[in-house]
């Protein structure tokens, strides 16, 4: 009986040891590369996809602070993905990853006071234009401005009509 209950101890202690030593703790940052091991912040890992591939039941993935991660929109496969630690290293703001989609070659010259137009029939909202890597501001954000196609008079700005899904730009 001695020996049974020792045996079945010893099981319960093994497998629970295995339990532990399968989570890992690794590091991103956007001046990283997918060809390091991630297990330091001195060799970090870079891409969201390789933090994707990494999380498996128990793993850490830490984002260094002040880093941003720009990736397609709906390009990241979360279903899954579950009993995974997601936190930041590091000093400074908080890290971001935002999905983005490239509304590249969809832009038209509407003829008139520098205003471009693009409607893309794939997207029903936009949170935020980049031009050029610079960030614009929406007309309803802007303090004074009516969210009106005319108001669009500023480098700094971009007008989205949720009715037509059509987005505008002054540029």
């Known amino acids: 009986m001695k020996k049974y209950i020792f045996a079945v101890a010893a099981i319960a202690i093994f497998l629970l040891a295995q339990s532990f030593g399968y989570a890992t703790t690794y590091y991103f ?3 990283g590369s997918d060809a390091n091991n991630g297990l330091s912040s001195g060799t970090p890992k870079q891409s969201i ?3 994707v ?3 498996t039941s128990g793993n850490t993935i830490l984002f260094k602070r002040g880093d941003v991660w720009y990736i397609p929109f709906d390009s990241v496969n979360l279903s899954g993905k579950s009993n995974v630690t997601l936190n930041a ?3 400074g703001d908080k890290p971001v990853i935002a999905g983005m989609a490239l509304l590249d070659g969809t832009w038209t010259y509407t003829g008139s006071a ?3 137009k693009s409607v893309d029939p794939r997207f029903n909202f936009v949170h935020r234009v980049f031009v050029n890597g610079v960030s614009r501001i929406s007309l309803d954000n802007k303090k004074g401005n009516i969210n009106a196609l005319s108001n669009l008079d500023s480098l700094d700005e971009y007008f989205y009509d949720e009715t037509s899904g059509s ?5």
């Not at 987005?167 to 540029?171: C, E, F, N, W």
């Open 29 to 31: 940052s956007t001046s």
């Open 53 to 55: 591939t990494l999380m």
């Open 49 to 51: 996809s390789a933090a």
């Open 89 to 91: 290293y590091g000093t």
């Open 114 to 116: 520098n205003i471009w």
């Open 167 to 171: 987005r505008a730009l002054y540029y």
